[in-house]
């Protein structure tokens, strides 16, 4: 019985013991919640005050400014009928000025095309010229005079030049041609 007295004893201290520890942190956590709310209810001041300034900031800016209106505008114009602002001679001379402007604006650029074609290839042909006439210079340290000679001729509209290079060049042509062919027909071959 004794033994049973001791237990009972040591069970009821061992509940008395962790009642007081429950205690102590319900006290900590009833503390811990009152700081807590305090905390809250100073930002809780803190918002409601920005908040407000913000307000107020807000109403002076929008009663300093005044609100935008959108104002539709519409206008109708007539080209033709009694209320026109063009006269007959008026509409007569813009009909006449878009009939001419028309093949201009469809045929001016294939022109303007051309002769920067042109433009081009006359520059390739100066850079030759000046090649090949550089390259007689330094190859034999003297000025070509046989070239001096032969665009001299051609400035001067010589038709030898002309006819010359004209059959040089058919020539050259059918070169390409043959060479191409020939091209084809190993290919055809292999």
Do not use: C, W
């Not at 305090?38 to 920005?50: I, S, V």
């Not at 920067?116 to 042909?125: H, N, P, V």
């Amino acid at each position: 019985m004794a033994n049973n007295e001791e237990i009972l004893l040591n069970l009821m201290q061992n509940v008395s013991d962790e009642l007081e520890h429950i205690e102590k942190k319900i006290s900590d956590l009833e503390r811990s919640k009152e700081k807590d709310d305090e905390l809250f209810e100073k930002q809780r001041n803190l918002l409601a005050g920005n908040l407000n300034a913000t307000n107020t900031m807000l109403s002076k800016v929008l009663a300093e400014n005044p609100p935008i209106v959108n104002h539709t505008h519409h206008t109708q114009y007539t080209v033709f009928g009694k209320d026109t602002p063009f006269s007959s001679k008026m509409l007569l001379i813009l009909i006449a000025s878009l009939l001419l402007l028309i093949p201009l604006i469809k045929y001016v650029p294939p022109y303007m095309n051309e002769r920067s074609t042109i433009a081009k290839e006359r520059d390739d042909y100066k850079l030759f010229y000046e090649y090949v006439f550089y390259r007689n210079f330094e190859a034999d340290q003297s000025i070509p005079k046989d070239l001096q000679q032969m665009l001299k001729d051609i400035k001067a509209d010589d038709t030898t030049y002309t006819n010359y290079v004209n059959r040089l060049s058919r020539k050259y042509e059918n070169y390409l041609k043959k060479e191409d062919l020939k091209a084809q027909i190993k290919k055809l071959e292999e």
